[in-house]
């Protein structure tokens, strides 16, 4: 397949109604907030399956997410749907371009504990194999209101501490969600974004020297203008692994624009109490 581009074969969602491109996002959390790669995406189509020419354009640390998707009382930056959140019609900048992002960060949420936590994360899970243990089982949507971790572990029937380190990040976006239902939001999880540039196979950790190399290796194979991120200090407040995690989530969501994106659970959809799909885009 040419370098950036995504598409091909039978699509699992319903591709973006293009004007002529689609700006893209990959969003992770990071130490200073929010790690956000943007790039561009132009589309053509061949027959009734689109193509999608993905091509980076920046990567950025932002402390808040509603001040960079421009979002105000009342306003929503891009339309959305249950099944895919991909008709963007606002914008996350200042002109009236469509944007579509893909992020790793739940986004359906349980209100009661349920062991291996949703459907979507376990089914993440059988597929991730040896990597199975990167996919954590998010708080229930009361624990985001906890004071303390000790607080946080009773509301929630247990906790570890990596998932109480990123409590904020997950009530940070699931305020957002529920004043601006309409972004065009998925959830994404970048290990499967991999393993499916790897052709199936599973990478070394990727805080390992080895992981890092691999991963490089196939953002700068799959992803035109990615390169020039990869190498030399990362932006401040993240780090060399979350940049690579955002920008394979830029592949992720050029992907949710084509139409060719997979996710789990397949059939139905699941949805929480305020209506949000319980899905993992990749």
């Known amino acids: 397949m040419t370098p950036g581009i995504v598409g091909g074969g039978r699509p699992r969602a319903a591709p973006v109604a293009y004007r002529q491109r689609v ?30 020419t993905v091509t980076v354009t920046g990567i950025e640390v932002v402390a808040r997410l509603r001040d960079r998707l421009a979002v105000g009382a009342g306003a929503s930056a891009g339309t959305s749907s249950n099944e ?37 994360d376990r089914a993440a899970r ?48 699931d305020t957002l969600l529920a004043t601006a239902p309409s972004l065009a939001m998925h959830e994404s999880h970048p290990e499967l974004a991999f393993m499916r540039l790897a052709n199936g196979r599973a990478l070394a950790p990727k805080r390992t020297a080895v992981g890092r190399s691999e991963r490089t290796a196939l953002l700068a194979e799959h992803l035109p203008g990615a390169a020039a991120h990869l190498h030399g200090p990362s932006p401040r407040g993240a780090a060399p692994d979350d940049v690579c995690d955002a920008l394979v989530l830029c592949l992720t969501a050029g992907r949710i624009a084509a139409g060719s994106a997979q996710r789990v659970p397949q059939g ?6 305020r209506h949000l799909p319980m899905l993992v885009w990749w």
Do not use: H
Not at 31 to 37: K, Q, T, Y
């Open 23 to 52: 700006r893209l996002m990959g969003i992770d959390g990071c130490r200073g907030g929010w790690l956000i790669a943007t790039a561009t995406a132009s589309a053509s189509r061949v027959e009734r399956w689109p193509e999608v």
């Open 268 to 273: 139905p959809i699941p949805t929480d109490a």
């Open 84 to 120: 895919t959140g991909s008709s963007a019609t606002g914008s996350a900048d200042a002109d009236d371009g469509s944007w579509l992002a893909a992020i790793d960060m739940p986004i359906g949420l349980l209100d009661v504990p349920t062991p291996g936590g949703r459907e979507c």
């Open 126 to 173: 059988r597929l991730l194999g040896p990597r199975r243990s990167s996919v954590f089982s998010p708080p229930i949507r009361p624990a985001l209101a906890a004071t303390s971790y000790a607080d946080a572990k009773v509301r929630n029937g247990g906790m570890t501490v990596q998932t109480w380190n990123i409590v904020a990040r997950i009530g940070e976006l």
